[in-house]
T-cell receptor, first 110, second 113 residues
């Protein structure tokens, strides 16, 4: 039981490049989330998926797209990366009230 | 808009002394969470508080919730170095919102000998 896994752990992009952050959970959770964390700040929600087949925007969705591929996987795509997207990205999943977080992806956009 | 404010944002503690971190939130919430984050690491769940008057304790940490005052406290008893970390509170509303967390900015705790 690996919990919530994320790949990659680190990534450096140039402005304008695209990439997809992968997230998977093996706990059979319905809801999954993507957050970003900037220095000295808490988490801000980018997108979430309350159940397989549905996605909704969070607080800071601009510049991102998501795909809930199946119940296990929820990916986050940056189509044209910008320096403002330099951040640490956390994926989470939840069953009822408990949220479980992945280890994070540290992304730098130059 | 649901806002969550923590204070203090930074707390330097002396080993053996007691301290409290405060978390205020702006609108009715159904659940309040406390998380711990070590530098460069993910968030570790400490407590989930579900009702007014709820109190939970684990080791030197105790969390309480007053929904009428929209206030939660995280009390640290006899601080030790291992408790150095950043502590976040977060709230969530209902189930129709998909259990989305609204986080505070975090309280960075350093415990000095």
């Amino acid at each position: 039981n690996a919990g919530v896994t994320q790949t990659p752990k680190f990534q450096v992009l140039k402005t304008g490049q695209s990439m997809t952050l992968q997230c998977a959970q093996d706990m059979n959770h319905n809801s999954m989330y993507w957050y970003r964390q900037d220095p000295g700040m808490g988490l801000r929600l980018i997108y979430y998926s309350a159940s397989e087949g549905t996605t909704d925007k969070g607080e800071v969705p601009n510049g991102y797209n998501v795909s809930r591929l199946n119940k296990r996987e929820f990916s986050l795509r940056l189509e044209s990366a910008a320096p403002s997207q330099t951040s640490v990205y956390f994926c989470a999943s939840t069953l009822r009230e408990t949220q479980f977080f992945g280890p994070g992806t540290r992304l730098t956009v130059l | 808009e649901l806002k969550v404010e923590q204070n203090p944002l930074f707390l330097s503690m002396q080993e053996g002394k007691n301290y409290t971190i405060y978390c205020n939130y702006s609108t009715t919430s159904d659940r309040l969470y406390w998380y711990r984050q070590d530098p460069g690491k993910s968030l570790e769940s400490l407590f989930v508080l579900l009702s007014n008057g709820a109190v939970k304790q684990e080791g030197r940490l105790m969390a309480s919730l007053d929904t009428k005052a929209r206030l939660s406290t995280l009390h640290i008893t006899a601080a030790v170095h291992d408790l150095s970390a950043t502590y976040f509170c977060a709230v969530a509303r209902g189930w129709g919102f998909g259990n989305v967390l609204h986080c505070g900015s975090g309280t960075q705790v350093i415990v000095l000998p």
